[in-house]
């Protein structure tokens, strides 16, 4: 019941959120925004208000169901040990995003590049911490020894780690200034990343 009880809590959260402002919310609720932080899709209000609480609990099923695949009891018992931070740092991240949503159709001023380049700071600074302790997945790439795996797994760590406070500092640029720079250091992110897994592949 434990790891249930931030995506339980955040789904409430998202739910008393839509209920006390629908009334005030437009018909069309603006859901994405463009480089520009200008909305540029809409859906209708009943959707807006109530699709993200019910992905909330879907998204986290997902990932507990997902530990079920792990045939080896050791690694899926170090998996789990680390399922309540994994499901609750994209249960309050899903919690963010819908705030921000509700909140920007209320007509608040809210930038979206913002708030997205503190969400995903936030969690790649949680997952980076989480990564070294994670155990190498029955479907993971690159598959690697174990002593190799730990070495990769804390480079991993540590770059998903300083990469969010990059991302996290990106929300204060101006909009069209962040966006690019956002992409980026993904771009750089995701780059390193695999270049290390092929070299740890080629000398394991």
């Not at 994209?90 to 969400?119: E, W």
């Not at 598959?143 to 804390?154: S, W, Y």
């Not at 069209?176 to 250091?185: C, E, H, K, R, W």
Request: hydrophobic content about 55%.
């Amino acid at each position: 019941m434990n790891k249930w009880l931030i995506p339980l809590a955040s789904t409430l959260a998202a739910v008393l959120i839509s209920i006390f402002t629908y009334n005030s919310l437009p018909a069309e609720i603006a859901v994405h925004f463009d480089s520009a932080d200008n909305p540029d899709n809409w859906v209708s209000k009943p959707v807006g208000a109530f699709l993200s609480p019910a992905f909330i609990l879907v998204l986290s099923w997902i990932v507990m169901f997902s530990i079920r695949f792990e045939k080896d009891e050791s690694k899926r018992a170090r998996a789990e040990a680390t399922l309540p931070t994994i499901v609750g740092t994209l249960s309050l991240m899903l919690l963010a995003v819908h705030g921000s949503i509700i909140a920007f159709n209320l007509g608040y001023d809210i930038r979206s590049s913002a708030v997205a380049s503190f969400i995903v700071g936030g969690v790649f600074i949680v997952l980076g911490n989480l990564l070294p302790r994670l155990p190498q997945g029955r479907y993971q790439w690159p598959k690697l020894p174990d002593h190799k795996q730990r070495q990769f797994a804390r480079f991993q760590g540590k770059l998903m780690f300083f990469s969010g406070f990059i991302f996290i500092a990106l929300a204060f640029l101006p909009g069209t200034y962040s966006f690019p720079v956002f992409l980026a250091v993904l771009f750089c992110f995701v780059a390193v990343t695999i270049v290390k897994a092929v070299t740890a592949v080629r000398h394991s």
